[in-house]
């Protein structure tokens, strides 16, 4: 069924685009240290790191807490300017977001994992 964008927010009932919020890191990771660094910090819950469209950002899962039962906002007159700026003419409502990514890792193995192949010396002295 094919639905004008205007509604799509009154159709979704994941409302997936408040479970989560994304930040750019500026500057794509290259070094060891960079990713050692990633390392630690897709080492805490929630923390995921992934490559859209050649640039890196990190994704904090967390759902946000004006988000009310069947997903509508609980303070959608005075929500943040970002949520009044967000445009969903493509959203997850129409395919999930990691169907974009080039990379996505969820935990410290999977980034590991990466490191590992990345760089060939990656763990010896």
Known sequence: MDLA????CSRCLKSICC???TEALGVAPRS????DHL???VSHQGVELYKDEGDWYLMFLGRCEHLQPGGA???YNERPQICRDY???WCEYDAPAEDGFALHFRNYAELLSY???RFKSWGKC
């Open 32 to 35: 060891k240290a960079d990713f």
């Open 73 to 75: 906002c609980g303070i």
């Open 5 to 8: 964008v205007t509604n799509k």
């Open 87 to 89: 445009d969903n003419d």
């Open 19 to 21: 479970t989560y919020t």
């Open 39 to 41: 390392l630690w910090q």
């Open 115 to 117: 490191c590992r192949k």
